[in-house]
């Protein structure tokens, strides 16, 4: 058996917007709590996101171990966040989160977590990690003024993968909204699983939205935990490489990226390289798993838990973000 320890920072960590330093030495373990991570094991997780993500503070143990006490999961939602449409043909069908929705109503599963509307995320938030450029721009354009800006379109990359439509702006405070709402309340204690199924959006990059993402909500709420916490791991097995994610933190050696993704055959968005391993303080803290059309679920899962046991009991993260794929 192995001790897994929660090693959190004495007061929170400063950072510049999107920029995470290197491991402070101000660093203590405030919490011995036995986790029990068995060989082969890894902690359990849980999602947030429609290209879902979830954050756990410290290792969790599986479903199949003892469990002393039960979990406290906070689950994050508002109904507006599917209302939103990206147009016609668009595969990205935020209706979807509204379905979901429903099916954890029906099976009566918010009757074991705690439900919250989340906050819209204010600008300010939203420049933690993207630039205010870029923030303001959003908060500007509307399908009827897009026109007016056929550069800052090109410059941002808005168009035909992230079109411009009724309430851009509010679905991005939405579900960036959720995503810091269930990090501050990891950090502060209140719960130890956060959903939010709007949120995942990894490839939104610092200035620039990509694959249907605009706000990149994971590395806000990652620059969240790192607040209370020394090391974040993020956990990726979108189809898609977690590109957005990776490269906010390509280089410190504070949040550790895993992603499990389609590799080749020019499939987006064409990074993810099992070579690509971070730099600088960073290297060796991103891991990438390429994979080729065909793997099934038994081979995804050994290959799951492999890499995740060994990632966890050597990484020994304060807190894990797990973004699930749409």
């Known amino acids: 058996m192995k001790v897994q320890n929660v090693h959190q920072s004495r007061r929170p960590a400063p ?44 290792g969790r143990p599986l479903e199949s171990e003892v469990m002393l006490e039960k979990d406290r999961i906070s689950y994050f939602y508002d109904g507006d966040v599917g209302n939103v449409y990206f147009g016609p043909n668009h595969p990205m069908k935020p209706h979807r989160l509204c379905m979901t929705h429903h099916l954890v109503l029906s099976y009566d599963l918010h009757k074991k977590m705690e439900i919250y509307r989340p906050h819209k995320a204010y600008p300010t938030e939203l420049a933690q990690f993207h630039s205010a450029d870029y923030v303001e721009f959003l908060h500007r354009i509307t399908p009827d003024t897009q026109h007016l800006y056929a550069s800052e379109l090109t410059r941002f990359n808005l168009g035909e993968d992230c079109p411009v439509f009724d309430d851009l702006f509010e679905f991005c405070q939405i579900y960036a909204g959720g995503t810091l709402d269930a990090a501050r309340r990891l950090n502060h204690k209140l719960c130890d699983i956060a959903i939010n199924w709007a949120g995942g959006l990894h490839h939104a990059k610092k200035c620039e939205a990509s694959g249907f993402c605009y706000i ?17 791991l993020y ?49 060796y803290y991103a891991i990438n798993i390429p ?20 990632v966890v009991e050597t990484y020994l993260p304060g807190a894990i973000v797990l973004q699930c794929g749409g």
């Open 291 to 310: 994979l080729k059309d065909g793997i099934d679920d038994n081979s995804f899962t050994r290959l799951f838990k492999t890499i995740i046991a060994k």
């Open 15 to 58: 950072f510049a917007r999107g920029v995470v330093p290197p491991s402070s030495p101000r660093t203590t373990i405030l919490n011995l709590r036995r986790r029990r991570l068995r060989r082969g094991r890894f902690p359990r997780f849980t999602p947030f996101g429609s290209a879902a993500s979830a954050a756990c503070s410290g």
């Open 216 to 232: 990149n909500d994971l590395v806000l709420g990652i620059l969240e935990l790192l607040k209370y916490h020394a090391r974040v």
């Open 235 to 283: 956990i990726d097995i979108d189809v898609h490489h977690g590109d957005g994610v990776e490269e906010a933190f390509y280089f410190t050696d504070r949040v550790m990226t895993v992603s499990f993704h389609k590799y080749g055959d020019l499939f987006f968005p064409g990074t993810g390289d099992i070579k690509d391993i971070g730099d600088r303080e960073g290297k």
